[in-house]
């Protein structure tokens, strides 16, 4: 059984950087099979129970399953799982089989009809829903929720649910939280560095200011590392957030209305600076709480041998670089999915619903009567 750690290194999943540490091999990430599918996107527990110094949690499968329920579980191969994604600023939707054929995934406005249209499949022709309940903004996820609970609710469909935490996974369903994020995440903190240095985040804030940061001087800034004195493996980006605002305003570059393209080159110079120095410092702080939780998780199960990264900086080749540091120092190999599977899509979310469906692990269907919004939001606070 493959033991996964898992931080949540931003609010939305779809933009989180997921790490993994598995006893064994996966297969090779580009041809998406099951096992790596599932060792990659199966990171959705419930609501976690505190304790003081880890948080154990246990997700438990829904009274109709316990009962063995009336609805005949599909073999893999025919098993089909819609995944809504809408934590964040973009919605996305997938279709995906459970044998881990991705027959499609979408992000834009109308996303779920698309999903189902690309898949050439009907709501009738799913078996489940599965939908992101946080972290996140609330409002995105209310809308998602409020979508799958819909379908679930007209189509008589399972309805499966959850998010991504720093956890040691022994299998699913089975985790130990040794971390997460407690105000902004790295994802957030390039977004809106991005942003405030007037970089193009069309493509995304993360890989503009990672190609800008090239240019510049990586300790031309003297940014402090945020929670040096706290030992665990939480993360806080929100200092460094502040400093780099303070940083734009104190050398007055004009970025809220000069867009780097406009940028003089001493502008610019200033600008790549600041970048490099910012993402020097916010991959310093991951490296230092993902190594502490390496090492937490390797004394729990030493067996481990694998350290994989998924989410959105996963797609950050800086990152991933400084990443296999940690990888390498602790005699583990770095494994990362395919750049299309680290940013916002509902393929992980799918996934997931997959692996807890098969595992009995849903709500029943609402009931007719129920209201559309009635315990939308009850199921969102959970675990916001």
Request: glycine share 6%.
């Amino acid at each position: 059984m493959a033991a996964t750690l898992l931080p949540t290194l931003s609010p939305p999943v779809s933009r989180a950087a997921a790490l993994l540490l598995l006893r064994r091999a996966p297969p090779l990430p580009f041809s998406l099979p099951a096992p790596l599918l599932r060792r990659l996107l199966s990171s959705t527990p419930s609501p976690p129970v505190r304790s003081p110094a880890f948080r154990f949690l246990a997700t438990m499968p829904s009274a109709a399953a316990a009962a063995g329920g009336s609805r005949a579980m599909p073999d893999r191969a025919d098993l089909l799982m819609l995944g809504i994604e809408t934590s964040c600023d973009d919605t996305a939707a997938a279709v995906v089989r459970g044998d881990g054929v991705i027959l499609s995934q979408v992000v834009s406005s109308q996303v779920v009809q698309k999903a189902l249209n690309d898949a050439n499949v009907s709501e009738s022709d799913l078996c489940a829903v599965a939908v992101t309940v946080g972290p996140g903004l609330s409002l995105c996820l209310r809308v998602g929720v409020h979508k799958a609970r819909k379908i679930a609710k007209e189509f008589r469909l399972p309805i499966v649910g959850g998010h991504n935490l720093l956890v040691l996974a022994h299998e699913l369903g089975k985790y130990v939280q040794l971390g997460t994020t407690i105000d902004d995440a790295i994802g957030e903190a390039y977004d809106k560095s991005a942003r405030w240095l007037g970089l193009d985040i069309r493509k995304g804030g993360g890989p503009a200011l990672e190609q800008l940061a090239l240019e510049g001087d990586p300790k031309a800034i003297k940014f402090s590392v945020p929670m040096r004195q706290h030992k665990d493996c939480n993360f806080s980006y929100a200092g460094l957030k502040t400093q780099v605002r303070l940083a734009i305003e104190s050398r007055n570059i004009p970025a809220d209305h000069i867009s780097i393209s406009s940028a003089t080159e001493e502008d610019r110079q200033l600008r790549a600076n600041i970048a490099a120095s910012f993402q020097r410092v916010a991959v310093l702080h991951l490296e230092e709480r993902c190594q502490r939780a390496v090492e937490w998780a390797l004394k729990m199960e030493p067996s481990i041998k694998y350290f994989v990264v998924s989410g959105g900086v996963a797609s950050n080749q800086y990152v991933r670089t400084h990443l296999n540091h940690i990888a390498d120092k602790n005699g583990l190999q770095l494994v990362c999915p395919p750049p299309s599977l680290c940013t916002d899509n509902g393929v992980m979310i799918a996934w997931t619903g997959i692996e807890h469906f098969i595992a009995g692990r849903f709500d029943d269907p609402p009931a007719f009567d129920e209201p559309d919004d009635m315990q939308v939001m009850q199921q969102i606070n959970m675990v916001s």
